[in-house]
């Protein structure tokens, strides 16, 4: 699983960052081992856009919060592999 901290990292750059991860990283190989991205947050509400974005290209994804850090994992990032 590849980790994305974009704790330090406002929007719209965060977004941008989870773009060009998606694309450079998970969409283009077919490794099946890098099937799920875990975004790391600072808050809840930085999380919003990036759930925006994640909702309308429909991917599939978990919030999970623990105590001060709001993670986000994109699962099946590999749209096109079937096999993760």
């Known amino acids: ?15 941008v960052t989870l773009k060009v991860t998606l ?12 099937c799920s991205l875990k975004l790391l947050f600072s808050s809840e509400s930085a999380m919003s856009d990036i759930i925006l974005y994640l ?6 994804y978990q919030i999970l919060k623990h105590e001060t850090l ?5 699962i099946n990032a590999n749209k096109g592999n079937t096999e993760c």
């Open 1 to 15: 699983m590849t980790v994305l901290d974009l704790r330090s990292i406002r929007c719209p750059l965060a977004l």
């Open 55 to 60: 909702d309308k290209k429909a991917y599939h």
């Open 23 to 34: 694309k450079r990283e998970l969409l283009s190989t077919p490794d099946t081992k890098n």
């Open 70 to 74: 709001f993670s986000l994992i994109i």
